[in-house]
């Protein structure tokens, strides 16, 4: 094995490594991506809760004061 050999498999190993820690870093970024849309939903659906709570508590109040004339 002359040095060319020894640089080309170095050559070789490196972009394999490279190449496994890409594929590490896009599986996780994938999963902070799954969890941030997880998270936008659960806001979506908090401020959709706290809408219709709003309005329950204002028909609750307009109908306490119904009542109490």
Same mark, same amino acid.
């Given at each position: ?7 080309t498999?170095g050559?070789l ?7 496994v ?8 970024? +994938?999963?902070?991506?799954?969890m ?5 939903a @659960?806001? %979506?659906?908090a +401020? ?6 709003k309005e329950?508590?204002? @028909?609750l %109040?307009a109908?306490k004061?119904h009542v109490?004339?």
């Amino acid at each position: 094995m002359n040095a060319l050999d020894a640089i080309t498999t170095g050559a070789l190993v490196l972009m394999v490594a490279i190449t496994v820690v890409l594929v590490l870093q896009y599986i996780k970024l +994938r999963d902070v991506w799954q969890m941030l849309l997880g998270c936008k939903a @659960a806001c %979506r659906w908090a +401020r959709i809760w706290e809408a219709e709570n709003k309005e329950l508590r204002s @028909a609750l %109040r307009a109908e306490k004061a119904h009542v109490e004339q």
